[in-house]
T-cell receptor, first 116, second 110 residues
């Protein structure tokens, strides 16, 4: 079974531009979460999606948005990029949310975004 | 606010020595705790979770609610254990959201 895939793997953008990152979950997984990883702040939760609905959002400005499609693939968008948005963006998928206990989340390799 | 603290950014031990990676959490509800590991050039992956109460690759972790800790232990470290280790907390309420600590880089020297 193929793992979580993220495209592109590397991206360089200029301040003020916008960017779209894509995540394809493991086949059959319907829940997708996004995290931002930086050296200073570590791993921080961005969003959680299930059935094309955002279930939870982290403490990030409105420039960060996302969506999920009917095939469970997800995209996140960052508008008006700032230097501080440079980070590794990780996507994780699981079968379904709201399970007690939490079903294992599988992480993708990440997209490395550099803002200059 | 919910918080996970891993006090050691770096930890270095010799092969065969015991290792303990510390994790403390701050959460008023009933926590669900995990250890994730990231080996060099690999993805972040689940190592173990407190509800499983199992040993994975020789590692164990016990949830101590009184001390709000979830330390990861292994009696005899191996060189292949060298990696970044992250402690994570899942909150009650059915969310997939994980609150991560900042990680500890473990190096096991030969």
């Amino acid at each position: 079974k193929a793992g979580v895939t993220q495209t592109p793997r590397y991206l360089i953008k200029t301040r003020g531009q916008q960017v779209t990152l894509s995540c394809s979950p493991i086949s059959g997984h319907r829940s997708v979460s996004w995290y931002q990883q930086t050296p200073g702040q570590g791993l921080q939760f961005l969003f959680e999606y299930f059935s094309e609905t955002q279930r939870n959002k982290g403490n990030f400005p409105g420039r960060f948005s996302g969506r999920q499609f009917s095939n469970s693939r997800s995209e996140m968008n960052v508008s008006t990029l700032e230097l501080g948005d440079s980070a590794l963006y990780l996507c994780a998928s699981s079968l379904a949310p709201g399970q007690e206990p939490l079903l294992e989340q599988y992480f993708g390799p990440g997209t490395r975004l550099t803002v200059t | 606010a919910q918080r996970v603290t891993q006090p050691e950014k770096l930890l270095s031990v010799f092969k065969g020595a015991p290792v303990e990676l510390k994790c403390n959490y701050s959460y008023s509800g009933s926590p669900e705790l995990f250890w994730y590991v990231q080996y060099s050039r690999q993805r972040l992956q689940l190592l173990l979770r407190h509800i499983s109460r199992e040993s994975i690759k020789g590692f164990t972790a016990d949830l101590n609610k009184g001390e709000t800790s979830f330390h990861l232990k292994k009696p005899f470290a191996q060189e292949e254990d060298s990696a970044m280790y992250y402690c994570a907390l899942r909150l009650q309420g059915g969310s997939e959201k994980l609150v991560f600590g900042k990680g500890t880089k473990l190096t096991v020297n030969p």
